[in-house]
T-cell receptor
């Protein structure tokens, strides 16, 4: 049973470009969470999604950031017009549906975004 | 609002010493979960333990032990006979059942020297 998969593992973008980060949850998991870890800091919640629904986006920056989790395919975290301050590790986690160990979150290996 | 505080930013010990990492949390929920994660230099997050707020029994797993004290809102983590491979950043996290997000502390960088 494959774990949470994230790709790419490392991504380099120039200022002003777009960054797309992908997350494939564990099999059977229908909930996805994105967290950001800035250098030398802890992880901060960004957004919580279920298939085709954003449940909680209270941690997302107001501009340039968006997330989706379509019916088919991986969850995507999209950052438009990246700036140097977006350089960070972005972690995705998934959990089973409510009532089936929902409060366990399994983390992927992360995507390290570097903006030059 | 929920909050997790790890007051120790960095700890350095010599191999075979015991070390305790502190974690204090704040929450208004009566039901919640507490976690510890390890982040080695390779960067991934390794799950160590989850405890729910109803279970205050201390837990031991090999060289690791956890002390959950609801009265002081603390969930401390002790490594006995530390080893160089224990060197990592350790994060404490809180999850309220009224929501699903994890709230992390700022982490404690543990360095175990040979």
């Amino acid at each position: 049973n494959a774990g949470v998969m994230q790709n790419p593992r490392h991504l380099v973008r120039r200022r002003g470009q777009e960054a797309r980060l992908r997350c494939s949850p564990m099999k059977g998991h229908s909930h996805v969470y994105w967290y950001r870890q800035l250098p030398e800091e802890g992880l901060k919640f960004m957004v919580y999604l279920q298939k085709e629904n954003i449940i909680d986006e209270s941690g997302m920056p107001k501009e340039r950031f968006s997330a989706e989790f379509p019916k088919e395919g991986p969850s995507i975290l999209r950052i438009q017009q990246v700036v140097r301050g977006d350089s960070a590790a972005y972690f995705c986690a998934s959990s089973p549906p409510r009532g089936r160990g929902h409060y366990e979150q399994y983390f992927g290996p992360g995507t390290r975004l570097t903006v030059t | 609002a929920q909050k997790v505080t790890q007051a120790q930013t960095e700890i350095s010990v010599v191999e075979k010493e015991d070390v305790t990492l502190d974690c204090v949390y704040e929450t208004r929920d009566t039901t919640y979960y507490l976690f510890w994660y390890k982040q080695p230099p390779s960067g991934e997050l390794v799950f160590l333990i989850r405890r729910n707020s109803f279970d205050e029994q201390n837990e031991i797993s090999g060289r690791y032990s956890w002390n959950f004290q609801k009265s002081t809102s603390s969930f401390n983590f002790t490594i006995t006979a530390s080893q160089v491979v224990d060197s990592a950043v350790y994060f404490c996290a809180l999850q309220e059942t009224s929501g699903s997000r994890l709230t992390f502390g700022e982490g404690t960088q543990l360095t175990v020297n040979p």
